[in-house]
């Protein structure tokens, strides 16, 4: 990666996150294997994080089949195993605890020990 390239556009970030979109734990850990030292909490195109995608496609997920999406709770437990942290915050300063409410992600929600949405 060149020092003007920004993080989003190299091919190990696409093929982190295009596993993240595609819900695909066994491909997203194999990508973070083979790219040890890409910063999981670094900005992605717009500001959104890894975890935002993840929690996104996690919406998209249960929109398409009207059930939760265990797949994407996967994702969310290889990304917080590799040290994603949910109170990054986007510029905006929305971070993915935010984005999990707006989303109603209970499960997680949950999994960070942040409890359910209400309501």
Same mark, same amino acid.
């Not at 060149?2 to 982190?16: G, Y």
């Not at 992600?105 to 949950?110: P, R, V």
């Given at each position: 990666?060149?020092?003007?390239?920004?993080?989003?556009?190299?091919?190990?970030?696409?093929?982190?996150?295009?596993?993240?979109?595609?819900?695909?734990?066994?491909?997203?850990?194999?990508?973070?294997?083979?790219?040890?030292?890409?910063?999981?909490?670094?900005? /992605?195109?717009?500001?959104?994080?890894?975890?935002?995608?993840?929690?996104?496609? #996690? $919406? %998209?997920?249960?929109?398409?089949? !009207?059930?939760?999406?265990?797949?994407?709770?996967?994702?969310?437990?290889?990304?917080?195993?590799?040290?994603?942290?949910?109170?990054?915050?986007?510029?905006? /300063?929305?971070?993915?605890?935010?984005?999990?409410?707006?989303?109603?992600?209970? #499960? $997680? %929600?949950?999994?960070?020990?942040? !409890?359910?949405?209400?309501?």
């Amino acid at each position: 990666m060149s020092d003007l390239e920004p993080l989003w556009e190299t091919e190990a970030f696409r093929r982190v996150h295009r596993a993240v979109e595609d819900l695909d734990p066994i491909e997203l850990e194999a990508a973070l294997r083979d790219n040890p030292s890409l910063d999981i909490n670094a900005e /992605g195109y717009m500001g959104w994080r890894l975890l935002f995608t993840a929690i996104e496609s #996690e $919406f %998209l997920h249960q929109q398409d089949t !009207g059930r939760p999406g265990l797949p994407n709770l996967i994702v969310s437990q290889v990304l917080l195993r590799h040290g994603a942290d949910p109170t990054v915050a986007h510029p905006d /300063g929305w971070n993915a605890v935010d984005f999990a409410r707006e989303y109603h992600h209970n #499960e $997680f %929600l949950t999994l960070i020990g942040e !409890g359910p949405c209400r309501g």
